[in-house]
């Protein structure tokens, strides 16, 4: 089994910044990709950005030049810098891996975390 626990998440004025972080525990075999997903009221779930363990990366063009996401294999762990934060950044964001898990033995899956509330203020 996989779990994903991220934390981070806030209130904060518009232009201001926030670091998620999201750690995955548990009988991991590997992780080739994490990233990040939100949704807010009313809207659908929509990619943010994803990061491989090679570290190529991939955006959502409404973060880009203003959204970093950066990975620590070692410690399992995806992160994602938030700066020049708007109004219509608030959503839950969610962290999701792909995975493989050793015990019980799954083949790879997506794996989605609990989310953490991201709320910008204009």
């Known amino acids: 089994q996989v779990q994903l626990v991220e934390s981070g998440g806030g209130l904060v004025q518009a232009g201001g910044s926030l670091r998620l972080s999201c750690a995955a525990s548990?009988?991991?075999?590997?992780?080739?990709?994490m990233g990040w997903f939100r949704q807010a009221p009313g809207k659908q779930r929509e990619l943010v950005a994803t990061?491989?363990?090679?570290?190529?990366?991939n955006y959502a063009d409404s973060g880009k030049g203003r959204f970093t996401v950066s990975r620590d294999n070692a410690k399992n762990t995806v992160y994602l810098q938030m700066n020049s934060l708007k109004p219509e950044d608030t959503a839950v964001y969610y962290c999701n891996a792909d995975a493989l898990s050793l015990s019980p033995f799954s083949a790879s899956t997506n794996y989605w975390g609990q989310g953490t509330q991201v709320t910008v203020s204009s």
């Open positions: 548990g009988s991991i075999f590997s992780i080739n990709a």
């Open positions: 990061i491989t363990s090679g570290g190529s990366t």
